[in-house]
């Protein structure tokens, strides 16, 4: 009987040079390198006019380039990427980033090169921002030696940025406004009614914005009301319990006008238009003569009103 094959042998090899390889680089990559390391970008004039970048002895088409040198970037265009989520001990970031081809302005070929687009736990998905078309600018390194290394990543052009604000202002409440206040320190919502149209304004305003004549007939009108309209918020507001959190538009019982209030005490993704409210008016000894004593409107259990009875105050 024929024997068995004997194992294969394996043996594991590594070519390298420890005290590195020394190449010319000739006179175009050389061109190029020198450059980098003085932080500039710079492509080269092909025969049929274009630039080059990274530049090379010769085009696309087998022609050899000029001695035209151009300084490109440094900003530039992502044409293409890919996101690693999960980066290797070899790789230039040691966090989620995109390798992308990128081509900088004035140039007519791209570079491949890491994007940086910020701290990112591993695994994490490409976030939005990252896209085609995207405007970036290189990161060079502080010490430089004329390599493809001495960009370190490209980043992101600046688009947005978070900046405390603050405005400071004083209003004149004038004599409707004041009353109306006056009211609300008491627990009690006044409007005006117009002697023409017969239509209730709350808050009391002074003046009919229909016909245009004074008002001066007080009603107080009820703390419920309806959900004629209303925004879902995600941004934080001191005034609101939580984010995401709902501000809207109340027509409030015996109004003719709705009122814009918070609303809570039920999950920001069921509050609906129709939807009955009352307001939450906080502790008596906290009241002064400002809106503040009404913390928020708060579903009353009742059925919804339908939508044909709000939609002329929409």
Known sequence: MPSEPPEPLVADHALEFPGGYTRSVGPVIGRFLTELRDGRLVGVRTASGGVLFPPAEYDADGEAVTDEYVEVGPGGTVTSWS???????????????????????????????????????????????????????????????????????????????????????????????????????????????????????????????????????EVEVAGTGTVTTFAVNNIPDPRAPQVPFVSAYILLDGSDISLLALVAGIPADRVRMGMRVKAAWKPREEWGRTMENIKWFEPTGEPDVPFDDIKEYL
């Open 83 to 217: 996101w690693v989520s999960r980066p290797r001990a070899v790789h230039p970031l040691d966090r989620p980033f995109a390798w992308a081809l990128i081509r900088p302005d004035g140039a007519d070929t791209a570079l491949l090169h890491a994007l940086d687009m910020g701290t990112f736990e591993p695994g994490a998905d490409p976030p939005k921002s990252l896209r085609t078309g995207m405007r970036v600018r290189p990161r060079f390194r502080a010490e430089r030696t004329g390599s493809i290394r001495d960009i370190e990543c490209f980043r992101p052009d600046v688009t947005m940025i978070t900046a405390p604000s603050r405005a400071e202002y004083r209003l004149n409440a004038g004599r409707a406004l004041t009353r109306f206040l006056d009211g609300v320190s008491e627990g009690r919502l006044l409007g005006h009614r117009c002697d023409v149209c017969g239509k209730v304004y709350v808050p009391m305003r002074g003046l009919c914005p229909v016909d245009g004549v004074p008002t001066t007939e």
